[in-house]
């Protein structure tokens, strides 16, 4: 099999981080840089586009250089460059793009425009060095995208055809994280440590309204976190409040309606396979209740292994891998 020899470039500069990774056959990492410039940005409680962009291309060039070396490989062993096209933060991406362009041209390789968002699904057909291989997700599936920027789910048929069910009307569900946890002084980015405070909160001692947007799959999120905003104006400081009671109420009401519309976008589609991805799909709470959930519903529920939730080059890579294989089969000169 000619594929199992392919191996892809990924590069990812669409936010904060600077990523490049190998992958082999669309499914083995081989190495998985990423280079962050969040510390940079965490005293102006979000992401700095300038001070991004600009880390992203002194990094650029040393994190690429990384990535082929802890794959043990060269760019002569690489089957094509692929880099995020969009969405994200335009001075980052044209970081990214203009690097891959560049080393693609000269390196006379194929050039492969990932979508960020697809890519984050694919996280979930990817394994880890040192992992098993295990048989990705079944197609079709419906895949739920929860990331700082994207609250969408979408039904996929194959690697080619994202058909969008519903996206978020406002916030997204790691933005509602990120904000809440200004709200409440926890600092940036939010989401892991509202993660870490809802771990010792009391379920049931405050309840924060979710949105259910009866009849669509859509979300919105700004509501709760205007409960929040309210609740804690007038409840800081006063005997009984508590940090982690506020942190866990307010997940406990974000998940609760990512699993209902995902569970729903299921039923819709009649697809027994859910698969997620973004960053928000590392929080435990999530995680927990999809689990429960794909019990009791019968359905097979993936999510990325930990380090693979949040923006990183391998998915960008194996995304590419099957663009590179569609590519080269239209031109005939690619066989399985
Ligand atoms: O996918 P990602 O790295 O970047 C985008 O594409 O946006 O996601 C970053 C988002 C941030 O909003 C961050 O607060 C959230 O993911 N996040 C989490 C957790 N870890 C990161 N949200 C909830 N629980 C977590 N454990
Ligand atoms: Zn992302």
Same mark, same amino acid.
């Given at each position: ?7 892809v470039l990924?590069i990812e500069?669409?936010c904060d981080?600077?990523a490049?990774a190998v992958?082999?056959a ?6 998985n840089i ?9 005293k102006?409680g979000?992401?700095i586009?300038?001070i991004?962009?600009?880390?992203q ?5 040393g ?9 043990g ?10 880099? /995020?096209q969009?969405?994200g933060?335009i001075?980052s991406?044209l970081?990214?793009i203009s ?5 693609? *041209?000269?390196?006379?390789k194929p050039l ?8 984050h699904?694919y996280?979930?057909?990817l +394994?880890? @060095?040192?992992? @098993?291989? +295990?048989?990705?997700?079944?197609l079709?599936? %419906? ?7 994207h609250?969408?789910?979408f039904y996929?048929?194959? *690697?080619?055809? *994202?058909e969008?069910?519903?996206q ?7 933005e509602?994280?990120?904000? %809440?946890?200004?709200i409440l002084?926890l600092?940036?980015?939010?989401? $892991?440590?509202?993660?870490?405070l809802?771990?010792k909160g009391? @379920?049931g001692q405050?309840?924060? $309204?979710?949105?259910?947007? @009866?009849?669509?799959?859509?979300f919105s999120f700004?509501? +709760?976190?205007?409960? %929040? ?8 400081g006063?005997?009984? *409040?508590?940090l982690?009671?506020?942190a866990?109420?307010f ?13 729903? &976008? ?8 859910l698969?997620?991805?973004?960053g928000?799909? &590392?929080?435990s709470g999530?995680?927990d209740q999809?689990? /429960? ?5 019968g359905?097979?529920v993936h ?7 949040l ?8 995304m590419g ?6 590519k080269?089969?239209k031109?005939?000169a690619g066989r399985?």
């Amino acid at each position: 099999m000619l594929s199992k020899r392919i191996r892809v470039l990924g590069i990812e500069t669409s936010c904060d981080e600077t990523a490049a990774a190998v992958v082999e056959a669309g499914r083995t990492v081989l190495s998985n840089i990423v280079a962050s410039s969040l510390k940079e940005h965490a005293k102006y409680g979000g992401i700095i586009p300038e001070i991004a962009s600009r880390r992203q291309i002194e990094l650029i060039q040393g994190v690429v250089g990384e990535a082929l070396k802890q794959a043990g490989t060269t760019l002569d062993d690489i089957s094509a460059v692929a880099v /995020t096209q969009s969405p994200g933060l335009i001075g980052s991406l044209l970081v990214g793009i203009s690097y891959a362009k560049a080393l693609a *041209f000269a390196a006379k390789k194929p050039l492969m425009d990932v979508n960020h968002i697809h890519a984050h699904l694919y996280a979930n057909f990817l +394994t880890l @060095p040192g992992k @098993p291989n +295990t048989p990705g997700p079944d197609l079709p599936a %419906v895949g739920l995208v929860v990331s700082g920027g994207h609250s969408s789910l979408f039904y996929i048929k194959d *690697f080619r055809h *994202f058909e969008q069910l519903g996206q978020t009307r406002d916030d997204a569900a790691g933005e509602a994280f990120d904000k %809440v946890a200004r709200i409440l002084n926890l600092g940036y980015p939010g989401g $892991p440590v509202i993660d870490r405070l809802a771990k010792k909160g009391t @379920p049931g001692q405050i309840s924060f $309204p979710a949105a259910e947007l @009866p009849g669509c799959l859509d979300f919105s999120f700004s509501g +709760t976190k205007t409960a %929040v905003l309210y609740y804690t104006r007038k409840n800081q400081g006063q005997i009984g *409040f508590s940090l982690e009671n506020v942190a866990c109420a307010f997940q406990d009401s974000v998940i609760s309606v990512l699993v209902k519309k995902s569970l729903a &976008a299921c039923r819709k589609k009649k697809c027994g396979t859910l698969i997620v991805g973004g960053g928000v799909a &590392a929080n435990s709470g999530l995680r927990d209740q999809l689990a /429960t959930a794909a019990a009791r519903e019968g359905l097979r529920v993936h999510v990325p292994p930990m380090g693979l939730c949040l923006d990183n080059a391998a998915m960008v890579a194996g995304m590419g891998h099957h663009l590179f294989k569609r590519k080269s089969l239209k031109k005939g000169a690619g066989r399985e």
